[in-house]
Nanobody, 116 residues
């Protein structure tokens, strides 16, 4: 059984930082491209960042470029999202996604709220 478990969300003031983690099990993690998505209330889920299976290729949505950093530790089967300079518009449930060929898995999400 494949499991993706996100953690690290919470309430943070504007300008603050959070580190999200997504721990994977039940799959060969190093074979998967990993992505972070988010979904704000009343909005569609949107892609935030992605990282290649070996960690050498990263991409970011324009809204987070320069503020967020995606990374991975294949030995720990974990992908991270370091979020800095957080804004109220970053408030959302953040999901991690594992993609390889026709296999596509999602976590349950972790809530991030940016508010003073």
């Amino acid at each position: 059984q494949v499991l993706l478990v996100e953690s690290g969300g919470g309430l943070v003031q504007p300008g603050g930082s959070l580190l999200l983690s997504c721990a994977a099990s039940g799959l060969t993690f190093s074979n998967y491209r990993m992505k972070w998505y988010r979904q704000a209330p009343g909005k569609e889920r949107e892609w935030v960042a992605s990282i290649g299976s070996a960690g050498g290729s990263t991409n970011y949505a324009n809204a987070v470029k320069g503020r967020f950093t995606i990374s991975r530790d294949n030995a720990k089967k974990t992908v991270y999202l370091q979020m800095n300079s957080l804004k109220p518009e970053d408030t959302a449930v953040y999901f991690c996604n594992a993609l390889s060929g026709g296999r596509d898995y999602w976590g349950q999400g972790t809530q991030v709220t940016v508010s003073s």
